[in-house]
């Protein structure tokens, strides 16, 4: 019997040591000797800078390896260029070619993208009919094949890159390819609201 | 006639008209009386020997192991070197307690306590150097292989180090058993002396309520019988184990078939002479004379002569296969000619001098019986030891395979600290257990006094019989040939 007390008295104290821990804020370490980064890491408050933020703005008119500014710039004018002008500079036609798996595999993406940052307002289909409208939570989304606003490729890939209206930019969300690639799926059910 | 046979050639281990009793007072004395004055000096620089040692260990743990003299070429230095130093002593308290009682060697009885004690207390310094040379040693429970929640990680079996781990813990858990089981007679005996009532507590406690009875006895002696078949591999395999840190490797001079028998050779020439150093002084200083005689220092003489025999086989034979392989590596290693005229030359031919020329004076009778000569020889020894376990680890470390990674190592003072450290622990250790423990196996003793003891040997010689001698007049009313009638009886017949 006496054993079972004993054994009793040691779980007691294991328990109450391990109740020590609090849920509600972070839990005991034992040697924590490579646990707080040295170095900076992305997104840490830091009192290095200035206004507290490991994230410095690079300098303005600096050009990255690999990135290339875009050149028609935020205004209405600049949205009538692109929309008359810009073109998806990969060779690219998603009507001729719609059995290229190329194409297939580019478009996937672009379906894939558009359904994770776009549908939620343009609805899946493009038609302006996605689940905030449907909640009744935004209003005034236009379909794609809405014939006053006759959206080119070179428009829908300036909307994604500025915003326009109540639109935001995913500038920060999609990078230059992936804008194209939405910018070609958004084409494709243009294609497909008009053609129904 | 005496019904005994025991050849008369044979030394007595007993001198003096000792009694049951008289063996008994006299392992009792130190235990009973009290320290000193010279006690309290000896502790007291061994007390602040081992707290100048445990400050430079906590330097060590808190500040880094580059307080240290290592370097990125000599990653080991000091403190394997006093690892293996500590756990080489620690060999022959087994090997007196263990091989010699295989070997029915009567005299182990009057030194096996004091050199089990030193084996427990050295393997105790050695193990400190695992774990306080470690740049984490607070993580050092991961060396254990106990389930976690790392995906449950395991540690890698192939790693003499990991061997150590086990090696070293099952040692010292076997040696400590082993150790208190002969304890038990001996504490009840001072148990049963006791007249403070909290001594008579203490011993009540230490001595496991022991009562000697026929049947714990004959238990008692298959035990010591087992534990000793058990020790003896234990032995040889631990300081193998430890070899195989460095013959596992690929180290020129440290790569060598020839270690594990060579290291335990070492071992128990080294621990051999840390007991001797021990018994000269303790014979003396706790009136051991009649039962520490100058037959033992003999005996431990001669094995010191046959270890250190085959530790210097094993020179030639590393020096000889050092050229006789024809590798240009081996040219520089511990025990090479580049060794003895290179930069660590003194440290080789401190190891050369120290265990290889002035042991071999014991094949001198006159010298090996000699307790001052013994005494020198037994702490040269220990010095030269300390520098083997040095050369092989450092000079085979400073001259690798890339000249370019060539060096020198020095000490810092933390790691001579840490050194002088252990060795205060461990002579704390040694005169708290010398004031407190039965130092000499008495129940042991008391089974060869009639055998081996002095008295009862010229008894025997002189045809008289034993009946009665046994009996002590202190302790018992028979009435027999105990040494007070014989002395009437020599009184009377001339």
């Not at chain 2, 001595?207 to 032995?235: C, I, Y």
Request: contains cysteine.
């Amino acid at each position: 019997m006496r054993v079972f007390v004993k054994i009793a008295i040691v779980l007691g104290v294991v328990t109450l040591v391990a109740s020590c821990q609090n849920t509600s804020s972070r839990n005991y370490q034992y040697m924590p000797n490579m646990y707080e980064s040295v170095g900076y890491e992305t997104y840490q408050e830091t009192s290095a800078f200035r206004n507290g933020k490991e994230g410095q703005l690079p300098v303005e008119g600096t050009i990255a390896r690999g990135h290339m500014p875009y050149e028609y710039p935020n205004t209405l004018d600049g949205y009538n260029l692109a929309k008359a002008n810009l073109q998806n500079p990969l060779p690219f036609d998603a009507y001729r070619n719609a059995d290229s798996t190329v194409t297939e595999d580019y478009l996937k993406k672009g379906e894939d993208l558009f359904d994770i940052y776009c549908a939620v307002c343009h609805g899946t289909k493009g038609n302006g009919k996605g689940i905030l409208v449907d909640r009744e939570k935004i209003l005034g989304v236009p379909s794609y094949d809405d014939a006053g606003r006759a959206i080119t490729e070179g428009s829908v890939y300036h909307v994604i890159r500025y915003g326009l209206n109540a639109m935001g930019s995913y500038a920060n969300q999609l990078n230059e390819e992936e804008r194209w690639q939405v910018t070609e799926y958004v084409m494709t059910l243009k294609h497909d609201l008009e053609n129904k | 006639m005496a019904s005994h046979y025991e050849a008369p050639i044979r030394e007595p281990l007993v001198t003096g008209e000792k009694s049951y009793h008289d063996v008994t007072v006299d392992v009792a004395a130190p235990v009973e009386g009290r320290a000193n004055k010279q006690w309290w000096i000896v502790f007291s620089i061994a007390l602040v020997a081992f707290l100048w040692g445990l400050g430079c260990i906590i330097y060590t743990v808190s500040t880094g192991i580059g307080v240290w003299g290592l370097n990125k070429t000599v990653g080991w230095a000091w403190d394997i070197t006093n690892f293996v130093w500590w756990v080489g002593i620690g060999h022959a308290g087994t090997l007196i307690s263990a091989v010699l009682l295989l070997f029915r060697q009567k005299w182990r009885m009057a030194v096996n306590r004091s050199a089990e004690a030193m084996t427990i207390f050295s393997v105790v310094q050695a193990g400190l150097f695992p774990i306080i040379h470690m740049g984490r040693p607070w993580l050092a429970y991961w060396v254990l292989p106990i389930p976690n929640q790392f995906g449950s990680l395991w540690v890698n079996f192939n790693s003499p180090l990991l061997w150590d781990v086990f090696a070293i813990s099952t040692y010292l858990s076997v040696s400590l058993v082993f150790w208190w089981t002969g304890l038990l007679p001996d504490f009840a005996m001072l148990r049963d002396r006791a007249v403070k009532p909290f001594q008579k507590k203490i011993y009540s406690l230490l001595s496991f309520g022991w009562s000697g009875r026929a049947k714990d006895w004959q238990r008692f002696e298959e035990v010591s019988l087992v534990l000793a078949g058990l020790a003896t591999p234990l032995v040889l395999s631990v300081h193998t184990i430890v070899s195989f840190d460095f013959a596992t490797s690929v180290i020129p001079g440290w790569h060598s078939t020839i270690y594990p028998p060579y290291f335990v050779a070492g071992a128990i020439f080294s621990g051999f002479a840390m007991v001797l150093t021990l018994l000269i002084i303790m014979r003396k200083v706790s009136n051991l004379e009649a039962y520490i005689t100058r037959g033992h220092i003999e005996y431990m003489n001669k094995v010191i002569l046959l270890t250190g025999g085959i530790v210097s086989v094993a020179y030639i034979t590393e020096f000889f296969i050092a050229w006789y392989s024809g590798s240009n590596y081996e040219d520089y290693t511990y025990l090479s000619i580049g060794a003895a005229t290179g930069p660590y030359w003194w440290a080789f031919w401190a190891l050369i001098i120290c265990n290889f020329i002035v042991p071999q004076t014991l094949w001198i009778k006159k010298l090996r019986r000699n307790y001052m000569w013994s005494f020198i020889v037994s702490i040269v020894i220990n010095i030269g030891m300390w520098f083997e376990r040095f050369d092989i680890i450092v000079i085979n470390l400073s001259k690798g395979h890339l000249p370019s990674s060539w060096t020198m190592f020095s000490p810092t003072f933390v790691d001579v600290g840490i050194f002088l450290g252990t060795i205060g622990f461990f002579f704390v250790l040694f005169l708290l257990y010398a004031r407190t423990f039965p130092v000499i196996a008495q129940a042991e003793v008391k089974t060869i006094l009639k055998s081996s003891g002095e008295r009862y040997k010229r008894l025997r010689e002189d045809g008289n019989s034993l009946v009665g001698t046994g009996a002590d007049s202190r302790t018992s009313d028979i009435v027999g040939t105990t040494k007070e009638n014989l002395d009437q009886d020599t009184k009377n017949n001339s």
